[in-house]
């Protein structure tokens, strides 16, 4: 069954920078898109980057654009997302997802909290 | 950037009763790409409707999504205690893709 485990979550002070990661399995990750949405505490949804099967392709949110960075490597079957300038507002849930335009398939998330 | 808004915010409501959320886009929605998810406290969303009308796998049919263009609706036909939960639309017909602000429905 399709699986999607994220980590790397954690606290880091404003400025700071964090790498989370997403191992995938229960399917051919190389054939697939991906994505990467978050959620604030008690608010809603915001997709913030996607990044295409062989990694060539890649949209960001204008929300994150400049500071984070979206990768895949498809031999370890992972997704990674470099957040670089890290602000308050960037603490939230941060999920994988598998693009199909739509999200069937989400990880349990990992959380990223900003604060000093 | 589409601009979805949910209504209610809120809908209170009993088991047993027909649910009604609606979904209004600030411009037409591509293909009717909407999808609907459901979210419980501590959970990752669940896809339950995409395309504006396809159930997703093992989502019962007590759940329907219709509409086209930019007014679109989820109908939970008779509410089990399960289904009081937060409903969010997501357009995914034009980039980038937006979600609705949601929809909580409660007891």
């Known amino acids: 069954q399709v699986q999607l485990v994220e980590s790397g979550g954690g606290l880091v002070k404003p400025g700071g920078s964090l790498r989370l990661s997403c191992a995938a399995s229960?399917?051919?990750?190389?054939?697939?898109?991906m994505s990467w949405i978050r959620q604030a505490p008690g608010k809603g949804l915001e997709w913030i980057s996607y990044?295409?099967?062989?990694?060539?392709?890649?949209y960001y949110a204008d929300s994150v654009k400049g500071r984070f960075t979206i990768s895949r490597d498809n031999a370890k079957n992972s997704l990674y997302l470099e957040m670089n300038s890290l602000r308050a507002e960037d603490t939230a849930i941060y999920y994988c997802?598998?693009?199909?335009?739509?999200?069937?398939?989400w990880g349990q998330g990992t959380l990223v909290t900003v604060s000093s | 950037e589409i601009v979805l808004t949910q209504s209610p915010g809120t809908l209170s409501l009993s088991p047993g009763e027909r649910a009604t959320l609606s979904c209004r886009a600030s411009?037409?929605?591509?293909?009717?790409?909407l999808a609907w998810y459901q979210q419980k406290p501590g959970q990752a969303p669940r896809l339950l409707i995409y395309?504006?009308?396809n159930r997703a796998t093992g989502i019962p049919d007590r759940f329907s999504g219709s509409g086209s263009g930019t007014d679109f609706t989820l109908t939970i036909s008779r509410l089990e205690p399960e289904d009081f939960a937060v409903y969010y639309c997501?357009?995914?017909?034009?980039?980038?893709?937006?979600f609705g602000q949601g929809t909580r429905l409660e007891i």
């Open positions: 395309g504006a009308s």
């Open positions: 229960g399917f051919t990750f190389s054939g697939y898109y």
């Open positions: 990044i295409d099967s062989s990694g060539t392709t890649i």
């Open positions: 997501q357009q995914y017909g034009s980039s980038p893709r937006t």
């Open positions: 997802t598998r693009e199909g335009g739509y999200f069937y398939y």
């Open positions: 411009q037409s929605v591509s293909n009717n790409y």
